[in-house]
């Protein structure tokens, strides 16, 4: 009897994995890229709170090349907030399908027009002229 433990009356069950496996390659939802999005903010703003405490603490402590320090911290108090407002509001590459999927799509559309307006046998019509001048100069 296979699947049976030894000496048991039980079947021996495998331990399915927890997460589900990925039978698709569409995006992730626009609910769990901005959960992720706000995730890093969050841990970027958290990182700044620490560089103004880290930088209130170093000036009270005075610890050799204190003002290398205090330049680090509030370089990270300055930069921290534009980059994580940079990636909050990015959204993440487009992969190579995706690329050629648009590219593929303007080349239809543009067809499309083209056949909308097809070209017609048109006579083009040349205008000839000739300068004048209003008056010239003696």
Not at 10 to 28: C, F, G, H
Not at 68 to 90: E, H, K, T
Request: glycine content about 4%; aromatic content about 6%; proline content about 6%.
């Amino acid at each position: 009897m296979q699947g049976w433990g030894i000496g048991s009356e039980t079947p021996i069950v495998k331990k399915q994995s927890e997460r589900p496996v990925l039978i698709t390659n569409a995006a992730r939802s626009q609910e769990a890229q901005f959960r992720s999005r706000q995730i890093r903010y969050v841990t970027m703003m958290s990182i700044r709170a620490a560089c103004l405490v880290l930088g209130a603490v170093l000036v009270s402590v005075h610890p050799p090349l204190l003002w290398l320090w205090l330049v680090l911290c509030v370089a990270g108090m300055v930069l921290l907030p534009w980059m994580a407002v940079l990636i909050a509001n990015d959204r993440p590459a487009k992969t190579k399908e995706e690329r050629a999927a648009t590219e593929l799509a303007k080349e239809q559309a543009r067809q499309a027009a083209l056949e909308q307006h097809p070209v017609k046998d048109q006579e083009y019509f040349t205008v000839d002229s000739e300068v004048v001048r209003d008056r010239e100069k003696p």
